[in-house]
Structure formats: structure tokens, C-alpha cells
């Protein structure tokens, strides 16, 4: 009888700290995930509002009645900038680890007092036991009417 008493608490002990482990594990893997969508969000709002001023711009009729203002254009050129930019931010950060960035994306969307930029961006990292984990990560920031085309 005594031996199946100290077999059990042993199951016991080792069950709970399995349980423990796991935990652990699952939460130690939640804030690297957060803190990887965290940075790379900051990344792609500081590089969007650093890059935007400096983008050309297009004439744009918010209706046929309002003058024109001019709203960054986005097309190739820009979306490689954004991701050169987002890129060198992530790299000079030494609390971000090691992760694979693809699938930069950016539109505009127009409005009556301001324009919203939107970027999205891919990126995949390894997580526990080298399981790589994907995130789309997106982001926005709000662009004044700009009154000249510079």
C-alpha cells in the first residue's frame, strides 16, 4: 500500500510539473509574439510617418465640387522604401530576434480631412523547437491634405 502511495504522489508531482512547463512554455511563446508584432507595428508606423512627407504626391478630388489637394502617392518605390526603412529600424533594435520579413504592402485610402496610409507586413520567426510562426502585421497613420505637390 505504501509503495502505490509514493507512485501516485510521484505521478502527481510529475503531472503538475509538466503542467507547469507547458505553461511556462505557451507564455514564454505569447510575449515573444507580442513583442515581435509590437516592434515590427512601431517599426512600420515610424518608417511610414518618416518616409510619407518626403513621397511625391498626386492631385486628388475628394468630390467634384472641392479643390484638389495632394496625397502621397504609393507605388513600387515607395512600398521598397517602407521596407528598407522597416528593415534598418528592426535590425538596430537588439530586443527583437531574428525574423524573415516579406510581403510588404502599402495603400492609401482617401478621406474628406485626411488620407490613412496602411501597411501590412508578412513576417515568420521561430518559435519553440524551431516551429516557425507567421504573422501579418498591420498597421496605419493618418496624413494631412498637403497643399503643395513638392
Same mark, same amino acid.
Given at each position: 500500500m505504501r509503495e502505490y502511495s509514493r507512485l501516485r504522489v510521484l505521478f502527481i508531482g510529475l503531472s503538475i510539473a509538466l503542467l507547469?512547463? &507547458?505553461i511556462g512554455c505557451?507564455? &514564454? %511563446? =505569447? %510575449?515573444?509574439?507580442?513583442?515581435? =508584432?509590437t516592434k515590427v507595428e512601431q517599426a512600420l508606423v515610424s518608417s511610414m510617418a518618416n518616409l510619407a512627407p518626403h513621397w511625391p504626391r498626386i492631385a486628388v478630388y475628394s468630390d467634384p465640387a472641392a479643390q &484638389?489637394?495632394?496625397a502621397p502617392m504609393v507605388n513600387q518605390a515607395q512600398t521598397f522604401q517602407l521596407y528598407q526603412d522597416v528593415l534598418e529600424h528592426l535590425n538596430q533594435d537588439a530586443s527583437v530576434p531574428p525574423l524573415k520579413m516579406s510581403q510588404v504592402s502599402v495603400q492609401i485610402e482617401y478621406g474628406a480631412a485626411e488620407d490613412t496610409l496602411i501597411s501590412q507586413a508578412r513576417v515568420e520567426f521561430p518559435l519553440v523547437l524551431g516551429i516557425e510562426h507567421n504573422l501579418t502585421i498591420q498597421s496605419s497613420i493618418k496624413t494631412p491634405h498637403y497643399k503643395t505637390l513638392n
Amino acid at each position: 500500500m505504501r509503495e502505490y502511495s509514493r507512485l501516485r504522489v510521484l505521478f502527481i508531482g510529475l503531472s503538475i510539473a509538466l503542467l507547469i512547463g &507547458a505553461i511556462g512554455c505557451l507564455s &514564454a %511563446t =505569447q %510575449t515573444k509574439i507580442n513583442l515581435i =508584432q509590437t516592434k515590427v507595428e512601431q517599426a512600420l508606423v515610424s518608417s511610414m510617418a518618416n518616409l510619407a512627407p518626403h513621397w511625391p504626391r498626386i492631385a486628388v478630388y475628394s468630390d467634384p465640387a472641392a479643390q &484638389a489637394y495632394n496625397a502621397p502617392m504609393v507605388n513600387q518605390a515607395q512600398t521598397f522604401q517602407l521596407y528598407q526603412d522597416v528593415l534598418e529600424h528592426l535590425n538596430q533594435d537588439a530586443s527583437v530576434p531574428p525574423l524573415k520579413m516579406s510581403q510588404v504592402s502599402v495603400q492609401i485610402e482617401y478621406g474628406a480631412a485626411e488620407d490613412t496610409l496602411i501597411s501590412q507586413a508578412r513576417v515568420e520567426f521561430p518559435l519553440v523547437l524551431g516551429i516557425e510562426h507567421n504573422l501579418t502585421i498591420q498597421s496605419s497613420i493618418k496624413t494631412p491634405h498637403y497643399k503643395t505637390l513638392n
